[in-house]
């Protein structure tokens, strides 16, 4: 394709995008395909020779579009949200042309610097200790297996990346029975074995026991097991509750485990002032992370990963064959020590454009809409006869059931489920499930941009309509 016929579809694909953003509250949100159905319209194997591009943006358009959740919908209630603002996209176009690998400071300083200051701004707004440092990686999952190779290191005395983990004490590894699986996933990844991992008991909020939590770390000790790592939830995916983490850091540090801090969804909103003591503690941790990708308006994928001291992290992840050797040597930040990967995506633009288009006030603006809306729904929904709310507002999340009078727990989770199916069939709206002390209920979580007040309420009146049809 040469830059005449790239000039030209590339402008037909911004009229497309800029119409996209327009008209994507016409689409059902949920893809409405059965399974199969894509793949059974795609050729079996390549084509020899190529195609002209038209015909790929008619295929596009017929066989792939079907299949996309939209999750830029307004009425995407569902999961946490993977916001896309036009600033973001623009930065993710230059991004694309410019193809940069920021695995070293030298095969890009822009890159590299560009995220060391970004990580700086977001220390800023949400009041981080100034002398920690920071990374973009790609998701939690990945800052959260960072921190559990940093915890396990540590904890063996750095011993483990050298002669594996055969002579190794057994390490424990704490987090609330609401946290989310990503824990669970890089403990096993990180070669510990699922077992090494300790469920805390929550409290009627949902959060963290403390106490629990110290007990818990007495006995392993007791049972000559090592406390490798606590790791804390300031906001679960289920219903987004906070751990207390003052009390959580201090029974970490006593027991001289790593201590990390998984805000995955609820870090954006640490900007606003109001919320900001969800955090309170946060100085007590060895790492932290948040994805600006959820809440702040930043293309996925883009997870803020703070540290309070690289040098744990580098020193579990270095590794430096000949071939990347550069003469700048240590002077600069590489940040190939900083992740899983070696090559990396320059991330740090789309945040910059986005930060900047908006402003901190703009972004704020924004958490707050989706927070006063969520408490305008609970009142609506507390008047219904035959709806509850579970949990929440916490944040802009709820869970809510449906509770028709005359039917019995079985009954009522039958129809919960029943409900959530013929919502996501109908595709007006979507929203997803969760457990609340073994029980399925609806969540109820605002957090598209585009999302307005009116959806909100267009959506739970959409609800309950169907509700009353059951
Ligand atoms: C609290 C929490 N932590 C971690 C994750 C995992 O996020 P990611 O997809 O960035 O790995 C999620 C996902 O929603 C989450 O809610």
Redesign the pocket.
Known sequence: MNSDEFRKHGHQLVDWIADYMDGVKDYPVRAQVKPGEVRAQLPASAPEHGEPFDCMMQDFQQIIMPGITHWQHPRFFA??PANVTPPSILAEMLVNALGVNGMLWETSPAATELEEQMINWLKGMLVLPRAWSGVIQD???SATFCAVLAARERATGWQSNETGLGDAPKLAYYTSAEA?S?LEKAVKMAGLGKAAVRLVPVDTDHAMQPKALADMMAADRAAGIIPAMVMA?V???SVGAVDPLQAIGIIARANEAYFHV?A??AGSAMICPEFRPMLNGIEGADSFVF?PHKWMGVQFDC?AHFVSDHDTLVRTLTILPAYLETREGSDVTNYRDWGIQLGRRMRALKLWFTVRFYGVDGLRAVIRNHVAWAEKLAQIIRSEPDFEIVTGPNLSLLTFRFTPKGLDDAALDILSDKLLEGINDDGYTYLTRTLVAGRPVIRFQIGQSKCSEADVLAAWARVVKLARAL
């Open positions: 999961y946490f998701t939690a999952s989310h990503s939830t906001g679960s995916t998984d995955a969804w994805n997870s």
